[in-house]
């Protein structure tokens, strides 16, 4: 009988020391299985905190990138005077002034978007102060028209300018005298 109960003592203790077992390694899959649960959820935190690193950097290079365009405008010419009375005329006026200084220091063709990133303006703007500025100086200010609308502008220099009015004078002298020819 001592055999019996010492049989079935090692079984019983084999028993306990199978489900200690099995606890103690389900304890350690739950444990393992809460260090992953934190670590995705750092790793979201960070993806999150990252993404929004990412966007600011964008947000700023396209800040730099206005701030060079117009540092690149104002260069190698002196601030535009401001006039002591205002008004909404006397603002386009002087953007105008500044735009006929800027081509003609540099002359050439210019689209709306040159002159946009030029100016620092928004497109619609930039359009007027185009207009405006054929209005101060058509003598040296020309505006086309290209494909799809585009808008250019050009400086004509004094030489160039003196040379289309002579040319623009005989043109019209000819064709007086045509006229005149054709009527008698």
Partial sequence: MFEELLELYKTKAEEV?????????????????????VELG???????LLGRLIDQVDRLSKDVAD???????????PAPVQEQSSGE????????????EIIAERPGRYTTSDLV?????????VISVMKRALEIDPKHVKMTQGKRRKL????????EAQKAEASAG???SDRMKLELMAMT
């Fill in 117 to 125: 990133d030029m100016l620092g303006l928004n497109k619609t703007t």
């Fill in 42 to 48: 750092s790793r979201q935190n960070d993806v999150e």
């Fill in 170 to 172: 005989s043109d019209q």
């Fill in 89 to 100: 005329g006397k603002a386009l006026d002087n953007h105008a002034r500044s735009l006929i």
């Fill in 152 to 159: 250019y502008l050009a400086y004509v220099p004094e030489e």
């Fill in 67 to 77: 701030l060079k365009s117009q540092l690149r405008t104002r260069q190698g010419r």
């Fill in 17 to 37: 020391e199978k489900e200690r077992k099995e606890v103690q390694a389900m304890v350690m899959l739950v444990s393992a299985i809460e260090k992953m649960s």
